[in-house]
């Protein structure tokens, strides 16, 4: 290995080590509103999304190293952005309606939960039952009873 190559590393590895110092905010505001289903559906969202779309997240060991940590802060704040279950008996009953048909095109597109996610909590993948659960609960039919 070359003289400059091995600086570059160590300049690296300093400014890894540096990076570490940059404190971020890990935050998990109280719950105000949180969502009121049938326990099947939000036993599926518990385990599926409200690490991300919730005020309930769990921040693993790894949401405190960065840069990775940068990125997980960036999709939970996207995601409570985008739709928050801590917050949804707060929101207009029109408005939870649509969010309801988004949340399942977004499931049935694949889209939900995020690859990258499921590749980290294979456990949050959901498989065909899990899905029909949630069509039937966004479309307002009754199949888990």
């Known amino acids: 290995m070359g ?4 600086w570059f590393l160590m300049l690296l590895f300093i400014a890894l080590i540096a990076l570490q110092f940059v404190e971020v905010e ?13 326990a099947e559906v939000k036993k599926i969202f518990k385990k599926s999304c409200y690490d991300c779309h919730s005020n309930e997240t769990e921040w693993p060991w790894y949401s405190h190293v ?6 997980i802060i960036d999709d939970v704040n996207v995601g409570r952005k985008q739709l928050n279950f801590s917050e949804w008996e707060r929101l207009a009953s029109r408005k939870r309606n649509e969010l309801k048909k ?10 939900m939960p995020l690859k990258i996610y499921t590749y980290v909590h294979p456990a949050s993948t959901l498989d065909l ?5 949630i069509k039937h609960w966004a479309s307002g039919t009754r199949v888990w009873d």
Do not use: Y
């Open 26 to 38: 890990r935050t998990n505001p109280p719950v105000t509103g949180d969502l009121k289903a049938p």
């Open 102 to 111: 988004e949340i399942w095109n977004e499931i049935n597109k694949g889209n």
């Open 3 to 6: 003289r400059l190559f091995k």
């Open 129 to 133: 039952t899990q899905k029909n659960i």
């Open 66 to 71: 960065a840069p990775v940590s940068w990125l």
